[in-house]
């Protein structure tokens, strides 16, 4: 499908009003000539205001055991490298991992794992039950998503019943000849029990759930189309579209092999990430520590909605950095979370670390009509508020808290419902005071 320039505005201005595109549309506008970027990243970055509002959200991975079975060839993990320290961690040494989490501010983190016998659904289920048991003078983390392998809908059920948050799974790549050529053994090389893998999830109660592309193992104009028809087919057959899509990149990572025929350039990703916010507007796109500190500030303009900080790919190595050869691949931005909070902070947007809508049962549909109808930014902006007036005054350095200071009153005055407005603003009175875990 090919637009001319009247097709394109009427296309730009249709996913201005965040009705999302069909997929030719999106495609039509991955091959749009670079003069109309500065366009494309504008309407994108109003569509992400229009949902979320300012508010950033932050969370980090908690790696629990880098055994694997599979043999991912672009996965540092994968059972054929020798070269890497093998670490599964134990129940002790996980509660040590999510204390320290803690002290460093954050509320919520992604649990991961290698794929292998040692990690059963038994350990991980184990494993949230001691996130969710760690705490630090009274402060603990208050939100678990997970990205584990693909299983069964039994299984699904039961990670239901230890109250998760989001449930993520990549495809890494939809095309299927790479699929099996990415993955040449182990139990993840079946790409159709791995395609399926969220519709059992929602059949298991897993009502929020995460896609993503392993963007660089195949011609990333194909992997678009084929997650935008992932996410509709999901919509249409499930009730349900996608909760968060994730955008990694390939990066270097240690006892690697694999082809670099398709990497994208950073022109090419920045058009991707506006794209996947003007086609699918209710869903929050995560970008990881895998990108530059200053790719990162530019794609919040971008939508971005959620960014992992101060992450670690290795297990055990918030606690023990000196095990950081054992990491899943090389981040690029190694920012401390203070850091991060203040680069958000000075380019406008409020670092949040809300877990309300878990809290509040509103996921899945719910979640999903809330941010269509461009409701869920009035929960969004109140909730950023009270979590980073939590995180400045327990965990903020003075730079971060001269920099929320200037923002205070900007940040309130976003809030349209005055009534709600003033709420929040004696909240964020009560919270410097000393309160915590304050959300609507």
Same mark, same amino acid.
């Given at each position: 499908m090919t637009m001319d320039a009247s097709q394109i505005r009427a296309t730009l201005q249709k996913a201005r009003e965040c009705h999302g595109l069909s997929t030719s549309e999106a495609d039509a506008l991955l091959s749009l000539p670079e003069e109309w970027d500065a366009e494309l990243f504008a309407r994108a970055r109003e569509v992400k205001?229009? *949902?979320?509002?300012?508010?950033?959200?932050l969370f980090?991975?908690?790696? @629990?055991?880098?055994?694997?079975?599979? #043999?991912?060839?672009?996965?540092s993990f994968r059972m054929e490298n020798s070269a890497l320290k093998r670490v599964h961690l134990t129940q002790d040494e996980i509660r040590a991992e999510a204390e320290h989490l803690i002290k460093m501010g954050h509320k919520r983190v992604l649990l991961e794992t290698g794929e292998d016998d040692a990690s059963t659904l038994t350990y991980v289920l184990e494993s949230i039950n001691t996130i969710y048991g760690a705490s630090v003078n009274g402060h603990n983390i208050r939100r678990i998503n997970v990205n584990i392998a693909a299983t069964s809908t039994e299984n699904y059920r039961l990670l239901k019943r230890a109250n998760i948050g989001t449930y993520q799974l990549f495809q890494e790549t939809y095309h299927e000849p790479t699929y099996s050529q990415m993955h040449p053994a182990g139990p993840k090389s079946d790409y159709l029990y791995h395609l399926g893998a969220m519709e059992r999830a929602i059949d298991g109660g897993l009502d929020d759930y995460g896609l993503g592309v392993l963007f660089g193992l195949y011609d990333y104009r194909y992997e678009v189309?084929?997650?935008?028809? /992932?996410?509709? /087919?999901?919509?249409?057959?499930?009730? *349900?579209?996608? /909760?968060? @899509?994730?955008?990694?990149r390939l990066r270097p990572a240690t006892g690697t092999d694999y082809p670099l025929k398709h990497l994208l350039?950073?022109?090419?990703?920045?058009?991707? %990430?506006? *794209?996947?916010?003007?086609?699918?507007?209710?869903?929050? *796109?995560i970008l990881s520590t895998r990108e530059s500190p200053a790719m990162r500030d530019f794609l919040l303009d971008v939508g971005v909605s959620q960014i992992s900080?101060? #992450? %670690?790919?290795?297990?055990g190595g918030y606690a023990r950095?000196?095990?950081?050869d054992a990491g899943q691949f090389a981040g690029a931005d190694h920012r401390s979370l203070n850091e991060c909070v203040d680069s958000i902070i000075n380019r406008g947007y409020v670092p949040s670390f809300c877990t309300g809508c878990y809290r509040h049962q509103r996921t899945g549909l719910e979640f999903m009509h809330l941010a269509e109808e461009g409701h869920i930014k009035e929960f969004c902006q109140v909730n950023a508020i009270l979590t980073l007036a939590e995180f400045v005054a327990t965990y903020g350095t003075e730079s971060t808290r001269l920099a929320a200071d200037g923002q205070w009153e900007a940040w309130l005055r976003q809030i349209p419902d005055a009534k709600l407005r003033e709420q929040t603003r004696l909240d964020l009175a009560a919270v410097v005071m000393g309160e915590r875990d304050k959300y609507v």
């Amino acid at each position: 499908m090919t637009m001319d320039a009247s097709q394109i505005r009427a296309t730009l201005q249709k996913a201005r009003e965040c009705h999302g595109l069909s997929t030719s549309e999106a495609d039509a506008l991955l091959s749009l000539p670079e003069e109309w970027d500065a366009e494309l990243f504008a309407r994108a970055r109003e569509v992400k205001d229009k *949902i979320y509002g300012k508010r950033v959200v932050l969370f980090a991975p908690l790696y @629990i055991s880098n055994y694997c079975s599979n #043999s991912c060839l672009y996965c540092s993990f994968r059972m054929e490298n020798s070269a890497l320290k093998r670490v599964h961690l134990t129940q002790d040494e996980i509660r040590a991992e999510a204390e320290h989490l803690i002290k460093m501010g954050h509320k919520r983190v992604l649990l991961e794992t290698g794929e292998d016998d040692a990690s059963t659904l038994t350990y991980v289920l184990e494993s949230i039950n001691t996130i969710y048991g760690a705490s630090v003078n009274g402060h603990n983390i208050r939100r678990i998503n997970v990205n584990i392998a693909a299983t069964s809908t039994e299984n699904y059920r039961l990670l239901k019943r230890a109250n998760i948050g989001t449930y993520q799974l990549f495809q890494e790549t939809y095309h299927e000849p790479t699929y099996s050529q990415m993955h040449p053994a182990g139990p993840k090389s079946d790409y159709l029990y791995h395609l399926g893998a969220m519709e059992r999830a929602i059949d298991g109660g897993l009502d929020d759930y995460g896609l993503g592309v392993l963007f660089g193992l195949y011609d990333y104009r194909y992997e678009v189309r084929a997650l935008l028809d /992932h996410a509709e /087919h999901l919509k249409k057959s499930k009730g *349900i579209g996608p /909760h968060t @899509i994730s955008v990694p990149r390939l990066r270097p990572a240690t006892g690697t092999d694999y082809p670099l025929k398709h990497l994208l350039t950073d022109a090419q990703f920045a058009r991707v %990430v506006a *794209i996947l916010r003007l086609a699918v507007p209710y869903t929050g *796109i995560i970008l990881s520590t895998r990108e530059s500190p200053a790719m990162r500030d530019f794609l919040l303009d971008v939508g971005v909605s959620q960014i992992s900080a101060a #992450s %670690v790919t290795t297990p055990g190595g918030y606690a023990r950095p000196e095990d950081a050869d054992a990491g899943q691949f090389a981040g690029a931005d190694h920012r401390s979370l203070n850091e991060c909070v203040d680069s958000i902070i000075n380019r406008g947007y409020v670092p949040s670390f809300c877990t309300g809508c878990y809290r509040h049962q509103r996921t899945g549909l719910e979640f999903m009509h809330l941010a269509e109808e461009g409701h869920i930014k009035e929960f969004c902006q109140v909730n950023a508020i009270l979590t980073l007036a939590e995180f400045v005054a327990t965990y903020g350095t003075e730079s971060t808290r001269l920099a929320a200071d200037g923002q205070w009153e900007a940040w309130l005055r976003q809030i349209p419902d005055a009534k709600l407005r003033e709420q929040t603003r004696l909240d964020l009175a009560a919270v410097v005071m000393g309160e915590r875990d304050k959300y609507v």
